[in-house]
């Protein structure tokens, strides 16, 4: 199975809709992948990822698949005290890097100011939940890798959501730290990336990275990576 991940297109985020630059970049964005032979589209339930996925989706004549497991994560203090830039997650990860922090090593973030930042639920939240979408796909959770248990899983589907909920489900299905790939892959809008399993019934698998954040078809417009 290829999953190719998109992130919404430059974004009203108070109407939760996307600019009038934001379907420019949904539209090339499906320029970009109407030949990858997607067959079915999910995004999250936001407005700005549904009009995202919406311009792939009727270009391709597929329907989108509403997934409520990649709303955008909530960030901030989880007890009232306030911890660093109000714990939004890229901020903490450029401050813990000054600070000399290893983003592989998490024991940092069990510690104040981070300890309390609700953010550790909805990463935990988007594991849970994206175990039970991978076994509507085929592929069972066991240990740090996944079975493959479907019959149909020879196939490319899309997942269109947000630069937050998609950091924390590749951090679930890369078995690397939420914080490292707030600082490794930081998705640009309409930025694309592609993973690959193993097909083969009964066996053990590992999503395999072949294309991660790229917005090139959007890079004529000058507009960078902003939350």
């Not at 992130?7 to 934001?22: F, I, K, S, V």
């Not at 009727?58 to 509403?66: D, K």
């Not at 796909?137 to 947000?162: C, M, Q």
């Amino acid at each position: 199975m290829k999953i190719i991940l998109v992130r919404h297109g430059h974004p009203d985020y108070e109407n939760d809709c996307l600019t009038a630059l934001g379907h420019e970049q949904a539209e090339k964005a499906a320029l970009r992948l109407k030949d990858e032979g997607i067959q079915q589209i999910f995004s999250s339930p936001f407005g700005r990822a549904q009009q995202t996925a919406l311009h792939t989706a009727e270009r391709l004549s597929l329907s989108v698949n509403i997934v409520e497991f990649m709303r955008e994560i909530k960030w901030g203090s989880s007890d009232g005290n306030a911890v660093y830039a109000d714990g939004h997650p890229w901020d903490t990860s450029l401050y813990a890097v000054a600070q000399g922090f290893s983003l592989m090593d998490e024991s940092w973030t069990e510690q104040p100011p981070f300890c309390n930042n609700m953010v550790f639920a909805e990463i935990d939240r988007v594991a849970m939940q994206s175990d039970e979408w991978m076994l509507s796909l085929g592929y069972k959770r066991e240990g740090a890798n996944y079975r493959v248990i479907g019959d149909d899983t020879n196939r490319t589907i899309a997942l269109f959501s947000h630069g937050g909920s998609s950091s924390a489900l590749l951090s679930h299905l890369l078995n690397l730290p939420f914080f490292y790939l707030c600082r490794a892959i930081c998705p640009d809008f309409t930025a694309i990336t592609v993973l690959s399993l193993s097909d083969v019934k009964g066996s053990l698998t590992a999503p395999m990275i072949e294309l991660a954040n790229d917005s090139r078809h959007i890079r004529s417009d000058g507009v960078s990576y902003a939350m």
